[in-house]
Each structure stands twice: as structure tokens, then as C-alpha cells.
């Protein structure tokens, strides 16, 4: 029987759960209630399900069954497995090759109202691959680098170029295990050949595909996009910017981005500051556009422009329930496709920019970049123009501040300054047990467990533990709206030695990083981590954990997959799509084992999944004190740490001046 | 940081910005753009500004590239809530203050407000402004002539670090044995900053310490703008030891956190511009230590341990106040990290380096043993086991109780030595060290050696209780600490009995001419073996020395012996033999042995030496070269130039700026960093004539070295030939060598073309 949760029960964000009660009130399903509606199909959810060829859909529930090809259980779970990820990483990497184009028309002054912005990093991207940059304008550099990027897809044979940036060691590695990517589309294309009827049927071989092809999305495609939306729109630094639903506006034109790409959301942000369109605006009787973005949209301009997030992915239908959003705006991956029936009970128009993505029902108004600010525009007219037709809303008055933007350049900038810029003091702060470890907490929401709650349970059990936190993603805005990417809580929802360290620094104990396709900043950040010296020589040395807790997407799975093969531990909270039913059919976990202790073998890094937050933090937290004994680094402590700070200072200067003089500076003797 | 001391620092340095700017703007009307602008004697320009961005200042003009330089550093101050980070903010905005202080301090030079008045003051050697004579003003700047020759006490680590004391301390007493306490662990003590308007510099010279090069203590200036001079000169080290060039920013700044062992003390009260100034040190990895209450940032990173640490002085456990200044200094020490060595020495008078540079004035002698009116002589020797007790002290004859004041009289100190290692060969190695023992001991005053050692002993010791058997403790204690791997038993007899004084001297006498004979017949081709020395890899990681008989380390510090003794006190040491094996070419030094040295020493930078050619692959030099030998192809032949020669040469530079060319550790054909008893060597450059080559000199080598130059004058063949080299009271240009060479016949002229 389906079971009923309650507002509270389906989400722990106050904001949404008023949201919830409305939906309920007006009678209008949303995924929470669908997921209650809707049981998992449980040999689907075990993996043990295979429909790839007509001779089935088989379902092998019985012990020794094998498929009408004779396919057996490990062989239908990796194969599963693989197109998930093979779909991830195609997702993420086409998302790199559009921007590929991208910066090929900008580079030939093709793309109206773009610009390089970033050229510095331009030129260090550049010289990673040996393009010249000396004596060269943006353009030319960028043009280069375009061309090298946009055959990476293509490419054949040899390996894909960003490879080169990771430690030394574990790129040896990978060509030692044969995984290295040849081309970014091509191991896309072999995972869906092998998984074709009467291909590959050895597990752990088409595992080992598996990993390339994840490796092929974190050290390709992702890495690609990342890269060039911070030359295009600049690198990421510290901004103030708000999350949740009360950052919509009542006397303002709401414009929701929405998806992930920020080409079109970039230009959105420009056009919406534009003199004609805040006009346009104000003619129809409202004191502006306000622009905010929901899941990885809303990350990408949240982090460069500060530009607010109305919330993570369960929150799209909520925002569109506050009767308060003129036109959602919808590019590519985790939009759904209620959100247009769900609009018709209110005004928002639903908007789908991408010739990749249509929605039956929704309004679309193609992008092409190189007529992006006036698209830009005509979207946010069609958004202006519908501004006469909301009705009344019911915007919650729940947002919260937070600080995000930190990219790889600015961590290592904010450890030293312009002249001393290093890794230095977070890998001292990791070796004398200040940090005890660091914690990656990505991924998505799934309205199977309650909206944010693993996220935010976890995020904050370690923190107290001086795990520092690194998010990405809907995770990222979990945390947001809590308030913890703030200063202020490096100061109060902390441990004794990560206080300290953020009080150094000036830094939220939770770090803000970018979207999920910027995850690969996480692995720049650890490889230089390790070039930096004291925490190991490769990536699986590091005191560190990956975790996505409410993870649902094949995205989430690709990520985890680049991420096992650069050495992480990574910890997945929900259901395993390779849990098999081992109560029920012996060895049918096989696949669930082999990308634990298997891949751990080969790569250093793991996939578990563990669905309880509590047994998340222990297996969390032993696996840092594990990785911090084999470097022969201090036991954790927490009692060793915590003076450092303002504490004592802000206290006697709140003394009557005599006494704060005493109390400073001693007594006076000549 | 935190967040409060980013935004005191970011409010300081966005202030001392601003003045900065004000400062230029009011200078450049009244003085225009082309006004100089330098600090004395140093190659450096504005050597923090030329560091860290490359640019040479020369101008006033100029200076408004570095402030706007400056200003684009600076950052708006953290906000009270929901604050970005400040980190690295903070340390841009402390390397702002930096170049704005530099910028000051060039203006008030030319306002001729530098070096800082203070009247009744007298500086204990300090840095040379024309005819002043150190009194009435503080030092200011450090001159590149006193960095280099530091050089090697930096390195071999007699100076283990440097302690920028910034304020007024707690008291006239505090003040005093806190800079004691950093004089007997012989680090080198910078003083700037005041509280109120006092400061530290007035708080010592109130008390009478001698503060100058001589005593280890820099008094710069009683503000904290001339804290900027220490941070030049910390700058400068790693463009003049490490090699490194201007504008490598970053490797200059970790030059000093890994190898400059400095902190930052505040005492008192710390204020705005102390906190930025501060920033600006915390990226030299310079720690800082207040003795007030601030807040603390303990984690690691920047610097190698704590960046600032908070020690309220009042709340420091100890019975008195002297008892806590003294547990402040080795909190400081413990947190920089500085490696020091303790002379531990049983004598009534504060003991240390710091104080070798003491000088004991007529009025405040005691007595005096040598000099003028009476005769002081030293004598080391070795003797078997059984003959020597170890620790016995012996004084016999009269104490100097019944001699009056600022009397003297005759003494002799016989040293005898026994231990399983020790050779007759290290038997004057071991003497020369009386000179920097003796020395160590406030209010003693050492010079000389041999029978014309010369010792002063002020009233404050005496009156201490310092006396003759002192001296044996000292030399007891210090044998067995720096060459205890050598020397198993030490005793001393101090003899002031006129007879027993006049036999000892006798039997000294014939050792001496022994051992001059011993070293006269100690040439290059009678050993198999010469010396690395790579003592300066701490500061110039690609230099590396050959020492050979006859020629020297090019600081002056070590020869072939002092190395060959080095090499016995510690096998894996920076002296290992190197075996000469095949002479690749004779005339021009080559051995197959030092070329294969060569390559592993410098790390492969270096191919190939030639140890007596100028002209081929010449020996590199660190820094602390006690002369330059340069090419003046004009003349056909070359010049010496003194590092305490600070005028202009017919190479049209100055030791400063010609150093920069000889430093680094790297091989520069024509330049050369030697030590000056190489000159007499007959090995001096002796593939391209030796020393009939030297056409022009400064006038205080042939001064300091008239004797041995006599020697080398008729080995030559020519008894007048130091006559006729030039030197800068006649000539500073090459038109006026030519002829003063034409002249004075000087035979250069008719030497083969050097090149």
C-alpha cells in the first residue's frame, strides 16, 4: 500500500513544507505525492530487471534464473549499471560540448553579447595543453583551445587531453587498468554497443567500462564545461546571494532559470538588467524582472553573479505553486514534465530554450547563442507580458543568505593572497587534525526520502566531527537554506579545530563549489591537495569521502563512477540499482560487492550505499581516521584545538575603557 | 587571520595607502617627478617594491606605479555579518602597507627626514651616510654591505634568525633583558614601532645599550613605517643568497618563510598600522608574538608554525617581570622555529655572539692585556691524554685586582688540547677560535691573535666579578661544544708571571714560524685532496665552494684546514674532500675530481670549475664575498673592489650593483666573489697572469693587506707594483685608469689580451 506522508514528513525546509500544505490545499499533485503514489518497481530497483532486446523484459527473480539469452544477474546489474552511467556522463558532456561551441563563436565574434571574461584562466587552461598563449589575443588562444576541446567528443584514439591534469600517479593508473578515455562520445557509444543484445556478458568487464565512461564525463565532458563557463562568465569568488522560495518577488516580474546550462541564464541575467527591459517591466506595472534559478541553472549564476536560488530540484513545482512566477525557463536535465500541467492552474508560462528539449504543452522559444541576448530579451517580454495575468500568490517569506562561489582558484587564493596563493594551509589544517577530513555532499533530491534531510542531518553531524564540507549541486542548496554557508556558522555548528580554520580564513564551513557538472573542481581541488605535499602522492590518499545522499539522477551515477576512478570513497545514500536480492537470490550482489571492494582493489576509491544518515557519518568518518593512520597523521582530537580567534577579544573590549585597557595591554609600569 | 584582525589590518593598510598617496602627491609639486629617490648604498632600488613587482624605482615619479600597484591590493573591510572570506584579502592589503611604507620612507629621504633624527643617540656601527658618523640619527635602512656580510653568519648559523621587536616594552628593564635574551641566542634584533609616541630605542638607549651592526641590535626608526627596513632586508636576502631574481614574488617570499628565521614582537598596545604592517610580514612567513592581548591564529600554513600569537605579558608565569620577558623570547623562538645553540658558559657576564662586536671605550676599561703598553699572546697546542686534565683552569701568577683602573699588564693563554682525532694541522684552526670566544663575553673586547692579540675588559665586568680564570672557562666550555668531535680534554693556564710569561711566549714563537712554514709549503699541489664547502646551501642552494690550500672560501671564513677540520668534527657536514684525481689542465685549475664535484654541488647548474681563471668557468659565489674581482677589458686586466668600499669604479658601478652580478651561484666569466687573502695566493687567477693583473684596487684592501701584498709585490718581480695600481681616491672612471696605467707603467699593459 502506498503510504501518505505528511508536509513535514516529505520535506524538512519549512518553505517547501508551506508549500506542500497549499498543494494539498488546491488539490494539486506534486512529486512527493507521486512518489507516495507510486511504489518503486522492486526488480527494477534491485537491477534484476533486463529489457534490452525483445526477447524478454526479463525479470530474474528465482535462484540460478538466468535471462532467455542466458544472461545472468551480474551480467543484466553491470549492464544496467553501465547505461545509466553511459546516459550521465552523454548528459554532463554534451552539456561541455555546447559550450565547446560556445566559446568556438565567441572566439570568432559569432556569439552576440558574450564575451571572454576570464582571460587569465583562459590562459592557464590553455598551457595546460601546451597552446601558446604568449603574444596572443583572447581570441586566438580561445579559438585553439575550442578546436582541442570540441575534438575531445569526437576524438578516436589516444586520450582525452584534461587527463594530463591529474596526479602523475593515478593517471598511470588508469593506463596500467586500460580505462583511460579515447574520446569523450566514443566510450559512450562502446557502453551502449557492449550492453546491446549479445555483447559484453563479464561483469567486472563491462564494469571496467564503466569506469571509463565515467572517467570520460569527470575528466572530460564536465571538466570541458566547468572550464569554459568560468572563462566565458567568469571564475567563481565569494558573493553574497540568497536561497528559497522568499527570494520570489510580490511586486516584481518573476523569471525562474531552470536545468543546467548557464549560457542562456547568463545572457538572461545581462538581459534582465538591461535599461529597455526594466522599462518594459515597469510599463506593466511592476518594479522590475527578479530573476532567480532553480537546481544547477540557479547554482551557475548564483555562484558568479550572486543571482538567488529559489530552491533545489524538488522545489520547481513549489515555486510555480506560489502563483508569484511568471515563466519558468527550462533548459536541459531533471526538468519535469508535470511542471506544464502543473502551470496551467496558475499563469507561469513554462519556456524550453534547448533544441534538445521539448515538453509537450510548454511554449518554446529556442536559443541559439549567437543571438542570445536578443532571445534573452524576447523571453523575458514573454515573461513581462504575462505579468498581467497572475493571480494571487502565496510566496513564502522563508529565504536564507549565504555565500558561495568557491572555485578551485579562488580556495587556493583565499589560503594566501595574491603573493602566497597555496594549498598549504588546508593541507596543514588536515595533517595537524584541525580538519579531520574532508566531505564532497552532492547530488540531487529525491522525494523518496524527505527533502533535504540526509543532506542536511549529515552535513551537520560532521561538521561538529571537523569534517570540512565541500557541496555542488542541489546538495549545495540544501545547506544554503539552512544557513550554513555562512561565516557565522564556521563559528557556532562546528568542531573546536574547523572553527578555527574558518575563522582563519573567513570562510563558511561549507563550501560552495558550483553546479553538479563543476564536481570536477573537486577533483582539481584534491589533486592539488596531493601536489601540495603531506597528505599522499595520489588522490585515494587523501583523508576524503564523496557523498550524495539524496541522489536520483544517472548523473549522480557517472559522477560517482569518474569519482571512484580518481581514488574516492564514495557513499550514496537511497537504494542500490545493483542491490540485487540477496535474501532472496544467492550471488545476485555480486555486482554490489564488485563496485566496492572490487573497484577499491583497482582504483583505491568505492561505491557503497548506505541509506542510513547515521551509518553514513560512522562509515564517513572511519574511513578519514583510516586514510589519515596510513599517512601517519595525528589521531583526531578535537580537545588539541579551538583558541585560535576573536572570541576573547570581542570580550574585553566590551569592558568599560579602563578596565579593557588593563584587561589588553596589562598594567602600565613607565 | 581573523576576522578582527583582517579588519584592523585592512583599515591600516587602506589608511597608510592613502598617506602614502598624499605623501607623493604633496612631493611631486614640490619636488617634481625626476626627483631621486633611493635608499643608501644597496643595488636594490626600493628593494620590498622591486621584489615583489620588478619595478625599479629611481623616481618619484615612479613611485605612483607602485601605489597604484598598492591600491589595487587593497579591500573593502569585512563586513559584520554574512562576511566574505578575509584571508587572503588581509595579506594583500599587508603587502599594500609594505610598498606605501617603502614609498614613505623614500619620500622622507628625500625630505631629508631619513635616516630618523634622534639627538644624544650613537649608533654602534650602522649604515654609513656620508660624513655622519652614526651619531644623532638611527640607522635606517641596511646597507648591502652589512647584509653580505652577514652572509655567512647567516648561514653557518651563528645568527639563527631575526626578531623585529615593534612597540615599547612594558618597562626601561623589560626592554633590556629582552634584547639580551636575543643577544645571547645571537639573533640579529631589529627595533621599530612605539607606543604613545615611546619607544623600544628609547627605552635602550635610556639604559645605555650600545644598538648598532656591532652589538646585533638595528635601531631603524621609532614608528612602525620603519618596519618596512627589516622586511627590505629580508626581501634582499633572497636576491642576494637565493639566487633569486626581481619579481619572483612568490619564491622570494618562500625563500624567506623556509630559510630566514624571523618574527615579529609587538610589544604594547597594537594598533591599525601594526596589524597591516603585520599582514605584510605574515607573507615572508614571519610569524607575530604580542605581549598584549590580540586574537590568536594558531593553524599552520602561511608560516611554518602559528601565525600570531597572543602572550599577555602581565599573565606569562615567572617570578618577576625579567623572568617573563625572558620566557616571551623563547616563546618567540619556539615559534619561528629558530634552531638555536646556547652557549652554555659559566662566566658572570652575559655570554653570545651578539656581543663579539662589543668595543670596550677608554673611559669604561678595566684593564687591558696587549695593545700599547703590554703584551698578550695565545697558544694553542695538542698534547697526549695523560698530559692534559681536562678543565683544569690555572692562573698563574698575579690576578689584575692590584692594577688600576684602565691599567694593563702582561698575559699569556696557553691552551692545551688532547683528543683522538685531533691533528697538529688543526692546531691553529683551533687557536684563531679564541678571537670569537673571548669575544662572545659582554663587556670583553678580543682582537688579534697569535702574540699580538689584544684584550680589553670594561668596568661593568669586572665589576660583574669577571676575571683571569674566565677566560679559561670560556674557552673550556666553548672547545668542547663547537669542536667537542675533535677535542675529548681542554685545559687552560693563564699566565701573568713576567717569567713564565716570557717562556711560554717563546715556545709559542716557535710554533707560530712551525706552522707559517707548515703553511707556506701547504700548496695546491702537494695535497690530493681539496674542500667542498656548501655551508651557504641554506641560503644560495646552488653555490657550492671549492677550497683549496691556496684559495680560500671566498667569504674569508674557511680555509683548506678550517674545512679539513670541519670535515673531522662532522663527516657528513657541508666540507667533504674532494679527490682531485686527474688533472684535466694544470695551468687554468682543472681536475677531473672538482668538475665531476662541480655538477653534483650546484646541482647540475654548474659543468665545469676552473679554480684559477676569471676569465673560464669561474668559481660562483653566494653572497658573502668579502671582495669582487672584475674584468675591465680597457685596461687588460682587472679590478678589486672591498665590500667596505661603497664609491664609484671604472666599471661605472658599485660594489652594491656589481655584487648582484657576482651572486647566485652563478658562473658570470670576468666576475668573481673571492676572499681577500686569495689575492696574495700565488694560485690568484693565475691562468691569466695573477696579480700583475690587478689594475686598480680599493684603497682600504691595500691598506688592510700592505704586508702580504709586500710579498706577493716582490714574488712578482715588480716591489713597486702596489704603487701602481689605482685605486678610487684618484680614480673612479676608465678614461682616468687608462692613464694613470700609462702613467705608472703598470705592466698589465704589456700582458698577453685576457680574452
Known amino acids: ?670 | 587571520m581573523s576576522k578582527y584582525i583582517a579588519t584592523r589590518a585592512m583599515r591600516g593598510a587602506n589608511a597608510l595607502v592613502t598617506e602614502a598617496e598624499l605623501m607623493l602627491d604633496k612631493a611631486l609639486a614640490e619636488k617634481g617627478p625626476d626627483t631621486k629617490v633611493s635608499f643608501p648604498n644597496t643595488a636594490y632600488y626600493l628593494p620590498t617594491i622591486l621584489a615583489m613587482t620588478g619595478q625599479q624605482v629611481e623616481t618619484l615619479g615612479q613611485l605612483q606605479t607602485a601605489l597604484e600597484h598598492a591600491r589595487g591590493l587593497l579591500h573593502p573591510l569585512p563586513s559584520e555579518n554574512k562576511w566574505t572570506p578575509y584571508l587572503g584579502e588581509t595579506l594583500d592589503s599587508g603587502m599594500a602597507t609594505l610598498f606605501a611604507a617603502e614609498t614613505i620612507e623614500a619620500i622622507r629621504f628625500v625630505y631629508g627626514l631619513q635616516p630618523e633624527p634622534l639627538p644624544g643617540f650613537h649608533l654602534a656601527g650602522g649604515t654609513s651616510y656620508g660624513s655622519a658618523n652614526g651619531d644623532g640619527h638611527l640607522n635606517g635602512p641596511i646597507d648591502d654591505i652589512q647584509l653580505r656580510s652577514w652572509g655567512i653568519q647567516l648561514v653557518d648559523g651563528r645568527m639563527p634568525g631575526f626578531a623585529a621587536i615593534v612597540g615599547c616594552a612594558k618597562s626601561n628593564a623589560v626592554a633590556v633583558k629582552i634584547v639580551r635574551e636575543l643577544q645571547k641566542r645571537n639573533i640579529l634584533t631589529f627595533l621599530c614601532g612605539n607606543v604613545n609616541g615611546r619607544s623600544i630605542i628609547h627605552q635602550l638607549q635610556e639604559e645605555g645599550v650600545e644598538l648598532g651592526y656591532d652589538t646585533y641590535t638595528v635601531p631603524f626608526g621609532t614608528d612602525t613605517i620603519s618596519a618596512i627596513y627589516p622586511l627590505g632586508f629580508a626581501a634582499r636576502s633572497g636576491l642576494t643568497f637565493g639566487g633569486l631574481k626581481p619579481a619572483m614574488a612568490r619564491e622570494i617570499l618562500m625563500y624567506n618563510r623556509e630559510r630566514v628565521f624571523a618574527f615579529v614582537l609587538a610589544l604594547g598596545e597594537v594598533d591599525d598600522l601594526k596589524y597591516a604592517a603585520a599582514a605584510g610580514a605574515i607573507n615572508f612567513g614571519f610569524p607575530v608574538i604580542a605581549d598584549t592581548v590580540i586574537p590568536e591564529i594558531l593553524p599552520t600554513g602561511v608560516t611554518t608554525y602559528e601565525h600570531v600569537v597572543s602572550m599577555p605579558f602581565d599573565q606569562i608565569e615567572g617570578k618577576d617581570d625579567l623572568e617573563r620577558a625572558e620566557r616571551l623570547v623563547q616563546k618567540c623562538i619556539e615559534i619561528r622555529g629558530v634552531k638555536v645553540k646556547v652557549s652554555s658558559v659559566d662566566v658572570p657576564v652575559p655570554y653570545g655572539s651578539a656581543f663579539e662586536g662589543e668595543v670596550v671605550r677608554k673611559a669604561d676599561l678595566r684593564i687591558e692585556f696587549g695593545g700599547k703598553y703590554s703584551r698578550c699572546f695565545e697558544y694553542l697546542h695538542m698534547a697526549s691524554s695523560e698530559e692534559v686534565v681536562d678543565g683544569k683552569i690555572e692562573v698563574v701568577g698575579k690576578g689584575f685586582e692590584e692594577i688600576p683602573a684602565q691599567g694593563s699588564m702582561d698575559i699569556g693563554i696557553v691552551v692545551k688540547v688532547a683528543g683522538r682525532n685531533m691533528q697538529t694541522d688543526f692546531e691553529p684552526v683551533l687557536e684563531r677560535q679564541i678571537h670569537y670566544f673571548v669575544n662572545g663575553a659582554s663587556g670583553i673586547q678580543h682582537v688579534g691573535q697569535r702574540d699580538i692579540a689584544w684584550i680589553r675588559v670594561s668596568s661593568a665586568a669586572a665589576e660583574k666579578g669577571f676575571n683571569l680564570e674566565h677566560f679559561g672557562k670560556i674557552l673550556h666550555a666553548r672547545f668542547h661544544e663547537d669542536f667537542g668531535a675533535i677535542v675529548d680534554k681542554v685545559s687552560v693556564t693563564i699566565y701573568t708571571e713576567p717569567a713564565k710569561v716570557a717562556e711560554w711566549l717563546e715556545k709559542a714563537r716557535v710554533a707560530y714560524d712551525f706552522r707559517n712554514k707548515r703553511l707556506a709549503d701547504l700548496t695546491d699541489d702537494r695535497v690530493e685532496e681539496f674542500y667542498s664547502c656548501t655551508l651557504c646551501q641554506s641560503f644560495a642552494p646552488n653555490h657550492v665552494c671549492v677550497v683549496s690550500p691556496q684559495r680560500l672560501g671566498l667569504c674569508g671564513a674557511y680555509n683548506w684546514l678550517d674545512c679539513k677540520a670541519s670535515f673531522s668534527i662532522n663527516p657528513t657536514g657541508p666540507n667533504q674532500p674532494i679527490k682531485l684525481g686527474k688533472s684535466v689542465d694544470y695551468l687554468k685549475g682543472y681536475w677531473e675530481g672538482t668538475n665531476d664535484y662541480a655538477k653534483i654541488g650546484s646541482h647540475g647548474v654548474v659543468q665545469e670549475v676552473a679554480m684559477y681563471s676569471i676569465m673560464e668557468n669561474p668559481m660562483t659565489a653566494c653572497g658573502c664575498f668579502e671582495c669582487i674581482v672584475m674584468l675591465v677589458p680597457e685596461a687588460n686586466g682587472v679590478m678589486v673592489l672591498s665590500r667596505e668600499d661603497t664609491s664609484m669604479t671604472p666599471a661605472g658601478m658599485t660594489f652594491s650593483t656589481l655584487a648582484g652580478v657576482a651572486g647566485g651561484g652563478l658562473q658570470t666569466p670576468g666576475v668573481m666573489g673571492v676572499g681577500k687573502f686569495y689575492l696574495a695566493s700565488p694560485k690568484f687567477i693565475s691562468a691569466e697572469g695573477g696579480f700583475k693583473r690587478v689594475v686598480w684596487m680599493s684603497s682600504v684592501l691595500k691598506e688592510t693587506m700592505a704586508e702580504e701584498f709586500k710579498v706577493v709585490c716582490e714574488r712578482e718581480g715588480d716591489p713597486d707594483l702596489l704603487a701602481k695600481i689605482a685605486d678610487e681616491r684618484e680614480v673612479t672612471t676608465v678614461e682616468q685608469l687608462l692613464a694613470w696605467l700609462e702613467q705608472h707603467n703598470h705592466p698589465a699593459l704589456a700582458l698577453p689580451p685576457m680574452f
Open chain 1, 1 to 670: 500500500m502506498p503510504t501518505k506522508r505528511t508536509a513535514q514528513q516529505q520535506s524538512v525546509d519549512p518553505a517547501a513544507q508551506e508549500m506542500l500544505i497549499r498543494a494539498e490545499e488546491l488539490g494539486i499533485g506534486t512529486a512527493f505525492t507521486r512518489a507516495d503514489d507510486m511504489a518503486p518497481c522492486n526488480i527494477g530497483a534491485a537491477g534484476m530487471c533486463c529489457k534490452q532486446c525483445d526477447m524478454g523484459p526479463c525479470r530474474l527473480t528465482k535462484e540460478g534464473q538466468v535471462g532467455v539469452c542466458g544472461a545472468t544477474i551480474d551480467t543484466i546489474q553491470a549492464r544496467n549499471l553501465v547505461r545509466a552511467i553511459a546516459a550521465g556522463s552523454a548528459a554532463h558532456s554534451d552539456h561541455g560540448r555546447d559550450m565547446a561551441f560556445t566559446l568556438k563563436a565567441v572566439a570568432n565574434h559569432e556569439a552576440e553579447g558574450y564575451i571572454i571574461r576570464d582571460v587569465a584562466k583562459l590562459r592557464i587552461v590553455a598551457s595546460h595543453y601546451a597552446i601558446p598563449i604568449e603574444g596572443r589575443s583572447p581570441e586566438e588562444i580561445a579559438n585553439d583551445l575550442a578546436d582541442l576541446y570540441i575534438a575531445q567528443f569526437g576524438q578516436q584514439k589516444g586520450e582525452v587531453a584534461p587527463v594530463i591534469r591529474a596526479p602523475q600517479k593515478r593517471l598511470q593508473l588508469w593506463r596500467e587498468r586500460g580505462v583511460v578515455p579515447r574520446g569523450i562520445d566514443r566510450e559512450v557509444v562502446e557502453a551502449l554497443h557492449r550492453t546491446h543484445i549479445g555483447d559484453d556478458q563479464d561483469a567486472e568487464h563491462i564494469l571496467q567500462h564503466a569506469i571509463r565512461t565515467g572517467l570520460a564525463d569527470g575528466w572530460g565532458g564536465s571538466m570541458i564545461a566547468t572550464d569554459i563557463s568560468d572563462i566565458l562568465f567568469g571564475t567563481p569568488a565569494p558573493v553574497l546571494g540568497q536561497a528559497n522560495l522568499g527570494v520570489l518577488k510580490d511586486d516584481m516580474v518573476n523569471v525562474v532559470v531552470h536545468g543546467h546550462e548557464p549560457t542562456l541564464s547568463q545572457m538572461i541575467v545581462a538581459a534582465s538588467q538591461d535599461p529597455e527591459i526594466i522599462a518594459y517591466a515597469k510599463a506593466a506595472g511592476a518594479k522590475g524582472v527578479q530573476l532567480s534559478g532553480i537546481c544547477c541553472t540557479a547554482n551557475e549564476i548564483l555562484i558568479r553573479q550572486g543571482i538567488p536560488a529559489a530552491g533545489n530540484f524538488l522545489h520547481q513545482e513549489l515555486a510555480i505553486m506560489t502563483g508569484s512566477v511568471e515563466a519558468m525557463v527550462v533548459d536541459v536535465q531533471c526538468i519535469m514534465q508535470a511542471l506544464v500541467d502543473l502551470a496551467k492552474n496558475f499563469h507561469t508560462k513554462i519556456i524550453t530554450t534547448s533544441p534538445k528539449v521539448r515538453i509537450t504543452g510548454a511554449t518554446h522559444i529556442e536559443f541559439d547563442e549567437h543571438k542570445a541576448l536578443t532571445i534573452a530579451k524576447h523571453i523575458l517580454k514573454e515573461a513581462i507580458d504575462n505579468y498581467k495575468n497572475r493571480g494571487k500568490t502565496h510566496i513564502p517569506q522563508i529565504k536564507e543568505d549565504l555565500i558561495p562561489g568557491f572555485s578551485h582558484e579562488y580556495i587556493n587564493y583565499m589560503l594566501g593572497g595574491s603573493y602566497r596563493a597555496s594549498f598549504r594551509p588546508l593541507n596543514d589544517a588536515i595533517m595537524s587534525g584541525r580538519i579531520r577530513g574532508v566531505a564532497a555532499i552532492v547530488g540531487c533530491n529525491n522525494p523518496r526520502s524527505q527533502q533535504d534531510y540526509l543532506h542536511n542531518y549529515v552535513v551537520k553531524e560532521l561538521l561538529k566531527q571537523d569534517v570540512l564540507i565541500v557541496q555542488t549541486g542541489c546538495g549545495a542548496i540544501a545547506s544554503a537554506k539552512l544557513g550554513l554557508m555562512l561565516g557565522e556558522a564556521g563559528l557556532t555548528e562546528v568542531g573546536p579545530g574547523l572553527r578555527e580554520i574558518c575563522e582563519t580564513i573567513g570562510i563558511p564551513p561549507v563550501l560552495h563549489m558550483g553546479s553538479c557538472v563543476d564536481n570536477t573542481r573537486i577533483l582539481t581541488v584534491l589533486t592539488q591537495v596531493v601536489a601540495e605535499g603531506g597528505l599522499g602522492d595520489d588522490i585515494d590518499q587523501v583523508p576524503a569521502v564523496g557523498l550524495a545522499p539524496e541522489w536520483m539522477s544517472e548523473k549522480a551515477l557517472a559522477i560517482a563512477a569518474y569519482c571512484v576512478a580518481s581514488g574516492a570513497y564514495v557513499i550514496f545514500g537511497g537504494s542500490s540499482p545493483v542491490g540485487g536480492m540477496p535474501d532472496r537470490v544467492s550471488d545476485s550482489d555480486k555486482v554490489l560487492h564488485y563496485i566496492s571492494e572490487g573497484w577499491e582493489k583497482l582504483y583505491g576509491g568505492k561505491l557503497e550505499f548506505i541509506p542510513d544518515p547515521d551509518e553514513m557519518i560512522k562509515a564517513t568518518l572511519a574511513h578519514v581516521d583510516k586514510k589519515r593512520a596510513a599517512l601517519g597523521l595525528p589521531v583526531y582530537d578535537p580537545a588539541k584545538f579551538g583558541r585560535s580567534g576573536d572570541a576573547r577579544m570581542l570580550e574585553l573590549e566590551m569592558l568599560p575603557v579602563a578596565e579593557r585597557r588593563q584587561a589588553i595591554y596589562g598594567t602600565a609600569a613607565d
